[in-house]
């Protein structure tokens, strides 16, 4: 208890390109709650070229809403709280502006170093201008002109275990050193050795004449372990230091938080790993979204491993690339009603250069969803391609709901889901409201307590329970009766065919009992074990959801039958198409 009084109460500050947005968290009946949220738009960009606009006009709304003065009459913080109930107690900044800081890195071989890089750099939000190896098939002249144009902030070299190789990574030193004393003075990148240690001393000596080099831990200090941890602590602290030089207002934030400030994807993997630790299913997959405007992150624990990744949404940043890389059929395909392909095509075109444009009908609206399930889709299939995973198993999905917000329905929410992943297997989808992930992580590093007490409350909902049902039966065959059993004794049951998506009329928060009858030829282990004892199951704002139509989810050439088919679905998840 006296850590929740040390820290009672909380600001969470979360900024990028497009939106700044608070969190104020305090202490009420002896555990934290989240009291009030605001947003304004962030004031990087012209006329305003500085994030402190953006940042006190969320802060005028946040006291506003809550009724507690965070700053005094001359613009400052109060920290900590005071008697008078203003102030806070703690300050979490964590933040977007994806591809601000360049970065090269070096290492020696695929698969122990270079594996170990890209990993870390994972988690970051830089843009990562070139990779540099010890059997990089490039001229030395061609790496040279490589780091000539890209003129990187920073260059990271690791390579060898513990005590292990030297004189490759002494080699790839003066390769790095060589490259970047043709740069300009003031241009020269800052310099990070995170390999074999027993060589760092020597490292410092080569590097000294030309750059300033810091040395952190190895981070991949044997072949079978990674150490990434003080490595990126340090990136985090040095990324800060130059965002502060990039950003306006950038470096006032900084000043005020007690820990570094972490980028979104990262504190993102760490609510991600967390969640993953709570859920119920062991050796759980789950798949964490954050669709905002300015940056798409994908985060997923598959087979024990997080994978990371973030990208520009292209939709709100680069309407060129977004209009070249959207085929108007992947977007028409998924209609539910027939539409012109010009109406498709202009309103994708005026979708491009007015983002922040609002559906002002039902059509608009369905070709809305389906340019954010093109998005994630795209972003997905990715996703999986990076990393090499071909399983569509998740335990867990999880999506921001920031950008989603327009959408009232969140049975439309659950359907962009479930057409854009097609998970397999039994999922808990869940809708993160507010946004809240990364900066529940970032505070998570000095204040473990929050985001396990936040988490208990409404932050996060279950959308639906979703049994995605694998048939060779035809179309239209039943193929499994289900059995709702109520803790009134009352029962619900109904038939699932194949080829629909059925969704049941549970109750947000109502414990049920569901068993399983086959009714054609199907494999009763994907739902797993002793499935005969049945499930208890929780019904999300969804219900509880049957989906039949199989993987990957067969649409109909045919324009009319197509219609047909997203007419039922739709209808069966209660969406109003009129």
């Excluded at 959308?463 to 995605?468: I, P």
């Excluded at 199989?550 to 197509?562: D, F, S, T, V």
Aim: one cysteine or more.
């Amino acid at each position: 208890m006296s850590e929740l009084v040390e820290l009672a109460s909380v600001l969470g500050i979360k900024i990028d390109s497009h939106t700044t947005k608070l969190f104020l968290f305090d202490v009420v009946d002896g555990k934290f709650h989240l009291l009030a949220t605001s947003e304004a738009d962030t004031s990087y960009k012209p006329p305003y070229n500085d994030i402190r606009e953006g940042f006190f006009k969320a802060v005028d709304n946040l006291q506003q809403i809550s009724g507690r003065m965070i700053i005094d009459d001359d613009m400052n913080l109060i920290v900590p709280s005071q008697t008078d109930g203003s102030g806070i107690d703690q300050i979490a900044f964590t933040y977007g502006f994806l591809n601000q800081i360049s970065i090269i890195t070096a290492g020696l071989l695929e698969g122990v170093s270079i594996s170990s890089l890209t990993h870390l750099i994972n988690s970051t939000h830089m843009k990562h201008s070139d990779q540099i190896s010890l059997n990089d098939p490039r001229k030395i002249d061609d790496i040279l002109s490589s780091t000539i144009n890209h003129r990187p902030d920073l260059i990271l070299l690791s390579g060898g275990t513990e005590n292990g190789a030297n004189k490759s990574v002494l080699r790839m030193m003066e390769i790095i050193l060589f490259c970047i004393k043709h740069l300009p003075k003031e241009k020269i990148p800052e310099l990070v050795y995170a390999g074999n240690s027993s060589i760092a001393t020597k490292i410092q000596e080569m590097a000294s004449p030309i750059a300033k080099l810091s040395i952190t831990e190895n981070i991949r200090p044997t072949l079978e372990d990674e150490n990434l941890s003080p490595a990126l602590t340090f990136i985090n602290e040095l990324s800060s230091q130059m965002m502060a030089k990039k950003i306006p207002g950038f470096e006032y934030l900084f000043s005020v938080t007690k820990s570094v400030p972490l980028p979104y994807n990262q504190a993102n993997g760490i609510m991600t790993k967390f969640l993953n630790k709570l859920g119920n299913e062991k050796n759980g997959n789950i798949l964490v979204i954050d669709l905002s405007k300015e940056i798409i992150l994908m985060a997923g624990i598959n087979n024990g491993t997080l994978h990371q990744n973030a990208v520009e949404n292209s939709l709100f940043n680069n309407p060129e690339r977004f209009i070249s890389e959207t085929n108007i059929r992947d977007i028409s395909n998924w209609l539910p009603k027939n539409k012109e392909k010009e109406f498709i095509n202009d309103y994708v075109w005026g979708k491009s250069i007015r983002p922040y444009t609002i559906p002002s009908d039902k059509d608009e609206l369905f070709i809305e969803i389906s340019i954010i399930k093109n998005l994630i889709r795209k972003n997905y299939q990715q996703f999986n391609n990076k990393f090499g995973i071909s399983s569509d198993y998740w335990n867990q999905i999880v999506i921001n709901g920031d950008y989603l917000s327009k959408f009232e329905n969140p049975n439309d929410i659950a359907i962009i889901l479930l057409d854009a992943i097609q998970p397999k297997g039994i999922t808990n989808l869940f809708l993160d409201q507010h946004g809240i992930l990364p900066v529940l992580g970032n505070i998570a590093v000095d204040n473990p307590i929050l985001p396990i007490q936040i988490l208990e409350g409404s932050s996060i909902s279950l959308l639906a329970k979703v049994f995605s049902i694998q048939s060779k039966a035809k179309i239209g065959t039943p193929i499994l009766k289900v059995r709702l059993e109520f803790k009134d004794g009352t029962y619900l049951e109904e038939q699932i065919v194949k080829g629909a998506i059925t969704k049941l009329p549970l109750l947000a928060g109502q414990i049920v009992k569901l068993f399983f009858e086959p009714l054609s030829n199907i494999d009763m282990n994907q739902f797993g074990k002793n499935i005969d004892k049945g499930f208890i199951i929780q019904g999300g704002l969804c219900g509880v959801i049957f989906d039949a139509r199989g993987r990957p989810i067969p649409l109909q050439k045919n324009n009319a039958e197509r219609f047909d088919q997203f007419q039922k679905w739709y209808k069966s998840m209660d969406i109003n198409l009129a």
